[in-house]
């Protein structure tokens, strides 16, 4: 039996595959076999990027289960498609802010990131299922100079409390990096998905009577979000907010 909440079998994989650079695994290694057993247990898969070459180098089988494409195909480019409308704004900044990470330790030469984020994208039923993301950057010069991301995808349809809000973690804490629970779910929990709604309007330049009138609100209800906003956000104007999002690749 495998403890699907012990994700050492991923850090193991990420050691022992380093050395060929993630290049020609033979999916009947005992390792990966054990990993594909977890990640069926989980509703997960994963891809493994050289992200200064941009380059997807191996991604297991469960991708066709969970988006719909077999491993040997699967590009970022799948991920923008499939995500759903309202998040591909913010999946496209979470992708720069990837990138941005991934020069940053290329150029110090040493360092890793975990980042931990979630979107709504298109199952192969046709509908969108909520997946955390949760990406592990790390430099090397085995088996030569670059930056790996360890990308891998859990299905968290499960946590209802999910459709309300935006998870997201940057950090160096690798206990964060183990299979989804309520801790880690109200980490870096800042908005609800309307209060999202609301500062991507107010980015986009509209005023609170525009917002009131494309989403059906009361003046009164846009400008109590707003002031909900601030409070959260600990900011005294929302501008500053706006900036603090984009640099963290979230607007």
């Known amino acids: 039996m495998t403890d699907n909440q012990d994700y050492s079998l991923f850090l193991k994989f990420i050691d022992t595959f380093l050395p060929v650079g993630y290049e020609g695994i033979d999916r009947n290694d005992p390792l990966l076999q054990q990993l594909e057993i977890l990640m069926e247990d989980n509703d997960q898969f994963f891809y493994v990027a050289d992200i200064i070459r ?42 720069s802010k990837v990138i941005n990470l991934a020069q940053n330790l290329f150029i110090a030469e040493k360092g890793y990131t975990l980042m931990s984020v979630n979107y709504r994208f298109r199952n192969p039923s046709g509908g969108y299922s909520n997946i955390l993301v949760q990406g592990y950057l790390f430099f090397t010069t085995v088996p030569y100079k670059t930056v790996f991301f360890f990308k ?21 804490n690798l206990a964060y990096f183990r299979y989804p629970d309520e801790e880690i779910m109200q980490t870096g929990k800042l908005f609800t998905l309307r209060e999202f709604e609301i500062i991507r309007m107010i980015e986009a330049g ?18 109590t979000h707003r002031a909900n906003i601030l409070e959260k956000s600990g900011k005294a104007h929302i501008s500053d907010l706006i900036y603090e999002l984009k640099e963290s690749g979230l607007l």
Not at 78 to 86: I, L, R, T, V, W
Request: hydrophobic share 35%.
């Open 152 to 172: 891998l995808h859990t299905n968290i349809d499960w946590y209802k409390k999910i459709n309300k809000c935006i998870h997201y973690y940057i950090g160096n």
């Open 54 to 95: 941009l380059k997807v180098i191996f991604t297991s089988k469960r991708s066709i289960k969970m988006i719909g494409i077999k491993p040997e195909e699967v590009t970022p480019y799948h991920f923008m498609e499939s995500a759903h409308p309202d998040d591909i704004q913010r999946l496209n900044r979470g992708r």
């Open 206 to 223: 509209l005023s609170s009577e525009q917002i009131a009138e494309k989403l059906f609100l009361s003046l009164h209800t846009i400008n």
